[in-house]
């Protein structure tokens, strides 16, 4: 895709994530705002994680286009929140260290975005998403062969729910 195109397309999901209701706004590379959805715990709520794991969706290098294997795995992820209507997810794009930490920032920011795009467009409430742009600073592998760096081109979706904290124990 051309860097017009990929700009254009990259200007629409922020267009439609924003619309979706998301308000914070993080810069990216090129002047444009990745905007994110922060995802806060209600009033004496916890977060504690559901146990399900949900495969990473792998990117080409310098790609945030999403591939038939990447689009079955969101749809589990689409099902299984779909099934559990109290599940929240976060989206973590990351990126090997190819490129300038800038350019990953927004790049790693572009693919959770898409992420967030296909599910919102699958039936997920976007207030139900987070979007986190992480860029090369999470390896899961060394990034030394290209094989190594092609693990670290992801998004990873984390599952949690909300569950009600139990009140502190003590003399009142």
């Given at each position: 895709?051309?860097?017009?195109?990929r700009?254009?397309?990259?200007?629409?999901l922020c267009?439609?994530?924003?619309l979706?209701?998301?308000t914070?706004?993080?810069?990216?590379?090129n002047?444009s705002?990745?905007?994110?959805?922060?995802?806060?715990?209600?009033?004496?709520?916890?977060k504690?994680?559901?146990g399900?794991i949900?495969?990473?969706?792998?990117?080409?290098?310098?790609?945030?286009?999403?591939?038939s294997?990447?689009k079955?795995?969101i749809?589990?992820?689409i099902?299984?929140?779909?099934?559990?209507?109290?599940?929240?997810?976060?989206?973590q794009g990351?990126?090997?260290?190819n490129g300038s930490p800038e350019?990953n920032?927004?790049?790693?920011?572009?693919r959770?975005?898409i992420?967030?795009?296909?599910?919102?467009?699958g039936?997920?409430?976007a207030?139900?998403?987070?979007?986190?742009s992480m860029g090369?600073?999470?390896?899961?592998a060394?990034?030394?062969?290209?094989?190594?760096?092609?693990?670290n081109?992801?998004v990873e979706?984390h599952l949690y729910?909300?569950?009600?904290?139990k009140?502190?124990?003590?003399k009142h």
């Amino acid at each position: 895709m051309s860097q017009p195109g990929r700009c254009a397309l990259f200007m629409s999901l922020c267009m439609a994530v924003a619309l979706a209701g998301c308000t914070t706004r993080t810069p990216i590379a090129n002047g444009s705002l990745l905007t994110q959805k922060p995802l806060a715990a209600p009033e004496k709520m916890e977060k504690t994680e559901t146990g399900v794991i949900i495969p990473p969706i792998h990117f080409g290098l310098d790609s945030s286009e999403l591939s038939s294997e990447a689009k079955k795995i969101i749809g589990q992820a689409i099902d299984t929140m779909k099934a559990q209507p109290k599940l929240y997810a976060t989206l973590q794009g990351h990126t090997c260290s190819n490129g300038s930490p800038e350019h990953n920032r927004a790049l790693s920011g572009q693919r959770a975005a898409i992420v967030m795009k296909y599910m919102v467009d699958g039936g997920i409430a976007a207030d139900r998403l987070g979007a986190v742009s992480m860029g090369p600073g999470s390896p899961v592998a060394p990034n030394t062969t290209e094989a190594q760096k092609a693990l670290n081109r992801r998004v990873e979706i984390h599952l949690y729910t909300w569950k009600d904290a139990k009140p502190a124990k003590g003399k009142h």
